[in-house]
């Protein structure tokens, strides 16, 4: 139902049930806002979105304010801009004055709302909140200083993720946010997926950089320097660096490495075809047991950390193939050490990565032989931007060049992997292929495209039905439990942390608006369609590794090392 209200002296139609902020916003009235979270139960918190209703003694939070057709709204008024004003002067009252050095500096919410409001000194004086900086997490920093009680962080942890590994301790002027106990991250539950860090307004979470010891390594010349980065960073890396139709930038991105320091450049997606290959093998050895067990996709590191905390009763049905990071990891500590005649410890292995938690990742126990780890150091596309503009490198005006081999070539899939659903799409693939010598038509696959947290869908390979489900976003787990309650049973279960998948990592450019992830999904679709290689079996690189590199290295010919274990973690709460 549709009426009138006035706004600003104007008329405008707004719908029933909606709030003021939404009525606004759809009729291109646009206020501020600040602890708010798109499509999240609004709590005007902050209060930053206030505007004047006539008849109201008191300003209202235009965000959880439902609109009634007898309004007459303010949104830019005098009374209005000085609350505002007021607020946003009362946050930097206590906030520590470092913006130029702050991870934040450009990006931050706070700042730009300063600006917005024509805020040019410090009136209002503040006790300071004392500096209190929690490095415990290999992927996460907390600085507390510069937390503002937004509670954007604690929402999507325990609404979106599910992992409640914060919330609001002590009241009054000593309410802060931390984890259990007020304990560091390290004793946490956190996952290290990094949506926190996405949606903190200020630098009060930020990813843990590894920029300097990458620099120093670049440095060592008795070194050998490799990188490995998925088929999303080069997007990624485009889109930070404002790079338009940046298609194939990938070409691009390995000249601007190698003008770095970097002596190897190599594509995750060799390790995302081993990948689905080792899960397609798996899922072929497990036909006919009895009863059938579920294969859980392990992909997803902070999955994996959540499946061993909350849910370690699926573990024996958890994939033990490795990531893609550290299939390609291996492989530059084994095979690539082989061939330049070069010992491990030798070759300094960097991963560049969408993901938090792949920082997280690469320190596991099982992701390491003899004490030496198969990725030293994982960036997240920030980090790399910033190491890319810290070399003075003009990346509009620079040469095209292939990766190194013998890890250059991929797949299709490996790009298809970059979103929800896309693994277990390439897996199908590739079980249909193997077991029809054809391929399967894409349009089976429309079910597994389709958003929402939870999606299934049925493929009939020759005389066998294989069930599978998606999980887009762990908040979808409790879709599949009843699901699986009510009796039916699923041969291949994907589950993606980030919504989107890895198109919407915590180390990508930050991107919140449901239209961009579209788009980035629309590149990734784009791509699976327009690249002529669509099977990992089909690729020349893996044909290679498979047929005649494995073999020919006895410490990998058996492919052990593309497989690790997970066990059962306790922690605090």
Known sequence: MLFTIQVNNKKIKAQKGETILSALNRNGIMIPTLCRIKEFTPTGACRICVVEVEGRDRLVTACSQPVEEWMKIKTHSPRVITARKTIVELLLSNHPG???????????????????????????KGKKTK???????????????????????????????????LDFINRGRLTHIGAAMDKDFNFSSCIH???????????????KHNITEVQEYLNKQDMVKAIQYSPAV???????????????????????????????????????????????????EKEGENPPQSLYISACPAWVKYAEQFTPSILPSLSKVKSPQQITGVLVKTLVAGQLKVKPEQIFSVSVSPCIAMKYEARRDGMMRKGISDVDSVMTVRELARLIRLNGIDVTNIEREAAD????????????????????????RLLYFKKTGREIDRQEFRKLRLSGIFREAVFKIEDREIRVAVVDGLNGLEKLRSAQASGTFYDLVEVMTCQGGCIHGAGLPFVMSKEDLKARAKIVYQTDDSEAISLPCKSPTLINLYEKLLKENAEISDKRIFFTHFEKRDVLL
């Not at 903190?200 to 979470?205: D, H, I, M, Q």
């Not at 081999?405 to 199908?428: F, N, Q, T, W, Y």
């Open 193 to 207: 997926c990094g949506q926190c860090v996405l949606v903190c307004p200020t630098g009060a979470l930020h990813e």
């Open 98 to 124: 470092d913006c130029l050095y702050c991870d934040r500096n450009l990006y931050c919410e706070l700042q730009r709302l300063a600006e917005a409001l024509n805020i040019r000194e410090r009136r209002i």
């Open 405 to 428: 081999e013998p890890l250059s070539g991929r797949s299709s899939s490996a790009v298809l992997a970059e979103v929800s659903g896309g693994l277990a799409e390439s897996v199908i």
């Open 234 to 284: 080069a997007t990624g890396i485009a889109e930070e660096l404002g790079i338009r139709n940046a298609r194939d930038f990938d070409k691009s991105l390995n000249a601007i490495l190698r003008k770095i320091g970097f002596d190897k450049i190599y594509s995750t997606g060799v390790g995302t075809d081993i990948c689905v290959t080792e899960i397609v093998n798996t899922m072929m």
């Open 131 to 165: 500096q209190r900086l929690d490095q415990s997490s290999p992927a996460i920093v907390r600085e507390l200083a510069k937390c503002i009680l937004c509670g954007r962080c604690v929402r999507v942890c325990e609404e979106l993720i599910t992992c409640t590994s």
